[in-house]
Structures are given as C-alpha cells and as structure tokens.
C-alpha cells in the first residue's frame, strides 16, 4: 500500500465573502471573482502552490461555495486529480449533535486537523485565496527548515506611511520575530504580513488546541496563534517577498490589478512558461476582430466579437462589443454583450450582463481620489436599457458594505 504521508500540506482559505466588492460578490465567494481575462482570483495561490511541488491542497471554502466548489471540481487543470494528495474541498461539517461555522483563520485550520494529521506532515503552509501574486513557497520552506522555525511568516515591506494598515512584524537582524503589532498607530518596522505562513505542524497543532480551549479567543492567526507563539518565545521568522503582490479587497484594487496586467513593468506577468498560471478554462472558439474593430494595448480572451473601439482594457470570454462602442480603461467580464454606440471608461461590467446600445457607463480619471478610483460598476446578469447612464464610483446591482 502507497504511504499517503507528505511532508508539506497546504490549507487555502477561500470562504472569503468580500464584502467590498459589492455587486460582485452577492452570489460569489470572493475567491471565485473573475481577473484577468479568463482566470479566478483563486487560480494564484493554487498554481503557485503546484509550481511550488506542493501536490495536497486543502480548499477551505465556506461563503457561497457552489461555484468555487464546481470550479475547482477535481483539480484537473492544476494537474490536482491525484491518487495520494491533490485538491480537496474543506467546507464546515457537522460533527455529532453540533455544527458550527468556521469561526476565525485559526478556527478553519483546527476543524481540518484530521485531515492534515491524514498525511502525517512536517510543515503546514496556510494560504489566502484572494490575494494577486506569484511567489515560489518551496524557497519560504527552504528557509523555514534552515532556521529550524516554528513558523515562518511572509512579509513585504511597506511605505511608513501605510504601515499602520497592517499586521507589522518586528525583527531582529537575522529576521527573527520578536514582535508583532496589529495595524500600529506608531509602526516601528515596514514588514506587513500577507497572511503566508509556514507552520510545524506538531507544534501550531498543540497551539490551535489550546486556542480553541480559550472561550475568549478570537480564533485568528493573526490576533490569537502568532501573539501566543511570541508570548511563549517559539522561533518565529519573517520571509521576505519583494516581487507583485496585490490584495484585491475593493473594486478600486481590482480594478487595478487588472490594468498591471497590461503594463509590462508592473511585475505580474502571466506570459511567463517558467511559472503558468493554470486555469479552467471553457471550450470557446478564437477571438474575431472586425472590419470595423480598433484594438490598442488591450487583452482579448477565446470567443470574443469585437467591432467596436477597445482601448487599454480587458476583455473576458465570450463577450461581444458592437459597431461604435467604445470601451477605454475597463474591465468586461464573461459572456457580455456592449451594444452599439456605447461609451464604457474605467469601469467594471460584470458576467452575463447586457448594455443597451448608447449607453454610458463611467468616466475618464486621471488619478485616484484619496486612493482609490472611482470605478463605474454593473453587476453580474443585469440587463441595461438603451440610453443607460451610469456615473463613475456607482454601482448597479449591489452594494459596497464597509
């Protein structure tokens, strides 16, 4: 009989419900959004862990996973449909008489501990399903064994200024933790957490027992495991990561991430062989350009007709933009059709929607208002009339919920 043993597990967490993207996110857990022209957000952390020779993944899901659930399926276009490992789906169970809700990060790990004790691991690696970025994980654990840690935490560092937003990890000269604040009025380091650890799994199995002990616990990495670890003076080090990353948390950070695609210095390029991220992808036909087509530095995934203007956008699967439209600075997303005559700037149109012919959605910017664009949003399947107006930072179909 095959050993299922492996030395590194890792755990995704994707029951995001994302929240601050609206609209986008009422039927869909945050992870399964649409980027790029035909990836989810979730195809990241899930390629890099496979390119990483990472073969046994856990995907936590628990906001709204039917969709997650059915692209993941069995793992097939991450090369997961393994005998011994793969990818495996991790929803909250009942257990008993009881069931509850993943209830903190910490939490969802210690409900799956018998699922990572089922491959008997050195090292756990614990992951956030919705974060833009490509990171090699076996170098983090190279290093996590060299410094025989307990844990190994990913850090970028960050402008003073914005420190205070994150978790700040205090270190020694040889990166070695000796304190963590949570988001600091008076941030003495730059390195944030990006919420990548590396863990021993003998020792953060004893510290989630004892987390869950605790009635008052929060249950969170971040607020509970790390402070405790630090109180009782475990090895903690911090990896540092200074390639792309991006957390796309709001309609203005997704927004963006979308157009660094499309600037070559940006850092995220997904024409690299050396490390592809896989997809699942439909079957659809080539792209059509039209006669009466203008394409200028713009992406155009499969099954795309294209006979208006595109310029500086992205255009998703299976859409169709007719004569006289014009689309700049935008994002339109899967099986969406952008009728004649409209004008569509720096916005995001949604799956399956329809915009009626003169409409227009949005407006030019030049920069960003205290940091955040002001994108013009149409849900997903939401149908426009024609003459439809839709002002730049408003959205249709949803609401943003701080």
């Given at each position: 009989m095959l050993s299922r043993r492996k030395e590194c597990v890792a755990m995704l967490l994707a029951g995001g419900q994302g929240t601050r993207l609206g609209a986008l996110t009422e039927e869909t857990a945050k992870p399964a959004v649409p980027f790029g022209a035909k990836y989810r957000i979730i195809d990241f952390p899930i390629s890099n862990t496979v390119n990483s020779g990472i073969d046994t993944i856990g995907v936590l899901t628990q906001y709204k996973p039917f969709e997650l659930n059915q692209y993941i399926g069995n793992g097939q276009p991450w090369d997961l449909d393994r005998i011994n490992g793969g990818a495996f789906i991790l929803p909250p169970y009942q257990r008993g008489k009881t069931g509850e809700w993943?209830?903190?990060t910490a939490n969802a790990i210690y409900q799956n501990i018998s699922f990572i004790d089922s491959y008997d691991p050195d090292y756990v690696l614990i992951l956030s399903g919705d974060h833009i970025y490509k990171m090699d994980y076996s170098k983090m654990l190279d290093k996590h064994k060299e410094n025989k840690a307990d844990c190994t935490i990913a850090v970028r560092n960050v402008p003073i200024e914005e420190a205070s937003r994150f978790g700040i990890m205090n270190t020694r000269g040889n990166n070695e933790i000796f304190e963590f604040e949570e988001k600091p009025e008076k941030p003495k380091s730059t390195k944030a957490s990006m919420g990548i650890y590396i863990f021993s799994w003998g020792k953060l199995r004893q510290y989630l027992i004892q987390d869950e002990e605790n009635k008052n616990s929060s249950n969170d990495f971040g607020k509970n495991i790390i402070p405790m670890m630090l109180k009782d003076k475990q090895k903690l080090y911090a990896y540092e990561f200074d390639s792309y990353w991006k957390d796309v948390g709001?309609?203005?950070?997704?927004?963006?991430?979308?157009?660094d695609i499309l600037n070559a210095d940006s850092g995220i390029n997904l024409n690299d062989k050396k490390w592809k991220i896989y997809s699942r992808n439909m079957a659809e036909p080539p792209q059509f350009v039209g006669d009466d087509a203008e394409v200028v530095h713009a992406?155009?995934?499969e099954g795309?007709?294209?006979?208006g203007k595109v310029t500086n956008s992205i255009i998703y699967h299976g859409s169709t933009i007719e004569k006289g439209a014009e689309i700049k600075d935008s994002i339109i997303m899967s099986n969406t059709m952008i009728g004649a005559n409209a004008r569509i700037s720096h916005a995001i149109i949604g799956w399956d929607c329809e915009v009626g012919e003169n409409s227009v959605i949005g407006a030019p910017q030049k920069a960003p208002i205290n940091g955040e664009w002001q994108i013009a949003v149409v849900g997903p399947k939401i149908k426009l009339e024609r003459n439809s107006v839709l002002k730049e930072g408003e959205m249709l179909g949803?609401?943003?919920?701080?």
């Open positions: 993943y209830k903190g709001t309609i203005s950070s997704l927004w963006e991430a979308n157009m992406m155009i995934s795309c007709y294209v006979n949803g609401k943003i919920n701080e």
